[in-house]
């Protein structure tokens, strides 16, 4: 179905219910459920999702992978990652001898497990050092498949302890470089909480918060993956992006970042990148949910963007001609648009739903220049309650 057809829909109805279906795959109505609050429909999807009646969505077209998986499993535990980097000697991990793991030490790498929280105070001078808070780089670790294993401990910087009562000198929790992998980590503080650099690295099953300005941030160029991560309460970006390659980021949520203006997501302007997100909240930040400015494709699945506080709830823009593929995704309650676009064609899969959200359902936009967007859809567009249009397309 293209563009016109939906179009014609939205217009015809404006703020109110919009459905658009692919009726090769769609044989009845969808039909949504009616929780008390708007709030409800995001703390407990399973009781307001769709009621599909004899649509079965296993019968509808799926899009193919997108981006390289980099040679990342999911189910894969960082044991078996090392030994396919080389990482095990005798069959048991290999552990430098000798490693101390203090803020600001050496870099370190192999197999590292923080067997205690690590607090980068900048009154301990005499027990690291004469380490003296600011530009710290509190653990680096380094090369293919070592692994930083923190074992549920924090790695910490009290705001209050840094030169000048703040941490707004370069400090950083966690340095990933070059295919390490830190798992079970819980950073705070920081002016970056963790930073993704040279190219492969991984950061999964973690909790960082608390970063005066991105909490997690990438540079460089290759595959970087975040999986089951949560990031919360940044100055700035809960997620910040400049790295050429593929971005992956799996069952982790985003949310209440920017103490003024800060995304969820955030992919920087002209990087040349493919976006997956898969299993990602990104929930009540004070800017947009997910901010992708980079070239390249962009792919959410299972994607809940809701009540952020910037001009949308997901926002893409590309001067390069790049899509936006959708597939089961939710958009609720957002404070402006739900999804705008500039510049994007886009594609959806199974149900996409827009609902609630302060402006417009979905905007897109060709941005002038006499080239027409396209929106495809295949499954379900779903734009419900929206304050001005339903669906906005110029």
Known sequence: MKFSTIALAAFAAKSSFVMAKDNQHVSSVVNLRSPSTIEDRVLHPDSWYY?????????????QPICDDCGYKRDQDYYHA?????QVEDGQLYTPPDTEIKCGGETLSGFVKLTSNLVCDADADETN???DGGDVKAITISGPGSVLDCDGNTIMMPVGTAPGDSVEDGSVGIVLENGAFAINCKVSGFNTGVWMKGRNNVLKNSLVGGATTDNISTSGYGCMTVDG???????EDGLQIDHA?????????????????????????GVDLCFTADEVNAIGNSGRGLNLFHS???YLKRTNASFNEGDAGVFRFDDSGSTLTLEDVQIIGNVNDGLKTVKVDITTYGTVTSLGNGEDGVDSTADGGGVKVKINVKGDLVVEGSADEGLELF
């Open 51 to 63: 009621q599909h009646n004899e649509y079965d969505h296993a019968q509808c077209t799926r899009p």
């Open 82 to 86: 090392m030994i396919e980097s080389s």
């Open 129 to 131: 050092d004469g380490y």
């Open 229 to 235: 991560v949560e990031s919360v309460g940044a100055g």
């Open 245 to 269: 390659g593929t971005m992956q980021v799996f069952a982790s949520t985003f949310q209440g970042n920017g103490d003024e203006v800060g995304d969820g997501i955030f992919t920087d302007d």
């Open 296 to 298: 390249g494709p962009a």
